[in-house]
T-cell receptor
């Protein structure tokens, strides 16, 4: 079946512009995660959804970042008033389990590469 | 707070060599540890997942070991090939099991 898809794959934004990044998880997966990956570094956790509930948003760097998953499937990560330090790859992952304390892995999308000029 | 470190940050080897990638973590109370592969411009692909009760996992030419008490894991790649060139990341879940903490990755280049 189809894996996790993300759109757009690339986004160039002018500083101050708002952007919206979309994630389509694997069908039926209850858990959805967003990560931010700066150049040359490992991914860092942003937020976690279980179905439509956002259970952890401790990794969101500022109140300019907002994520939603209104129907428990597709998720959108929105960044308001983008700044240059927001330039990164934004990765989405999904899992069929409610916890990562299991043998079930997360399945990652290809990411959206955001460049803020 | 869990911290995950990977050494070396980059590695270049000739084809055919056996190699070891290292991962260390500060909090040994982990459920499992995963090794991922990331190709340029691509997402992460899970290679091996070791449960906390296991000592190692094998898949083809890959072997991952886990020593919880010392906070270490190694990924062994046998008979490396140019197609193995990628970034390798290790990651552990937090206590709530709702996020992964990643190391910085090892960028591997295998030269023909």
């Amino acid at each position: 079946g189809a894996g996790v898809s993300q759109s757009p794959r690339y986004k160039v934004a002018k500083r101050g512009q708002d952007v919206a990044l979309r994630c389509d998880p694997i069908s039926g997966h209850v858990s959805l995660f967003w990560y931010q990956q700066a150049l040359g570094q490992g991914p860092e956790f942003l937020t976690y959804f279980q179905n439509e509930a956002q259970l952890d948003k401790s990794g969101l760097p500022s109140d300019r970042f907002f994520a939603e998953r209104p129907e428990g499937s597709v998720s959108t990560l929105k960044i308001q008033r983008t700044q240059q330090e927001d330039s990164a790859v934004y990765l989405c992952a999904s899992s069929s389990r409610r916890t990562l304390a299991s043998q079930e892995t997360q399945y990652f999308g290809p990411g959206t590469r955001l460049l803020v000029l | 707070k869990q911290e995950v470190t990977q050494i070396p940050a980059a590695l270049s080897v000739p084809e055919g060599e056996n190699l070891v990638l290292n991962c260390s973590f500060t909090d040994s109370a982990i459920y499992n540890l995963q090794w991922f592969r990331q190709d340029p411009g691509k997402g992460l692909t899970s290679l091996l997942l070791i449960q906390s009760s296991q000592r190692e996992q094998t898949s083809g030419r890959l072997n991952a070991s886990l020593d919880k008490s010392s906070g270490r894991s190694t990924l062994y790649i046998a008979a490396s090939q140019p197609g193995d060139s990628a970034t390798y990341l290790c990651a552990v879940p937090n206590n709530a099991g709702n996020m992964l903490t990643f190391g910085g990755g090892t960028r591997l280049m295998v030269k023909p």
